[in-house]
């Protein structure tokens, strides 16, 4: 069922390879099964598509996890940033909120 999943998403992507959400749900596709290309999708989400606010939370969970620690601080950051910029208040608290939880964590 999960390749089936994945061969409709990259059908999707191949369709229109400038939507951040096809690249986004492949990654969410990849989460919990393959986390190398998981990682592989939301940095290119992170490159490619800067204002696509959920993969902030995502590929700083993701660093956290792996023990990348500079990066999911970095990345929180920046998706906080960037929420405000954007004004979305509720990925903007979100963030703020994981990015509090981090910090409680590394001390």
Do not use: C, W
Not at 35 to 58: C, G, N, Q, S
Not at 68 to 93: P, R, W
């Amino acid at each position: 069922m999960q390749e089936e999943r994945l061969k409709i998403l990259f059908d999707y992507l191949e369709e229109e390879p400038n939507d951040p959400f096809n690249i986004y749900a492949i990654a969410m596709e990849y989460l919990n099964k393959d986390i190398v290309r998981a990682k592989f999708y939301l940095e290119k989400l992170l490159v490619e598509h800067p204002d696509y606010i959920p993969t902030y939370y995502h590929a700083a969970a993701l660093y956290f996890e792996n023990g990348e620690f500079e990066k999911a601080e970095n990345t929180f950051k920046a998706g906080i940033e960037k929420a405000h910029q954007k004004k979305s208040m509720k990925a903007f608290d979100e963030l703020k909120r994981a990015y509090r939880m981090f910090l409680d964590e590394m001390e």
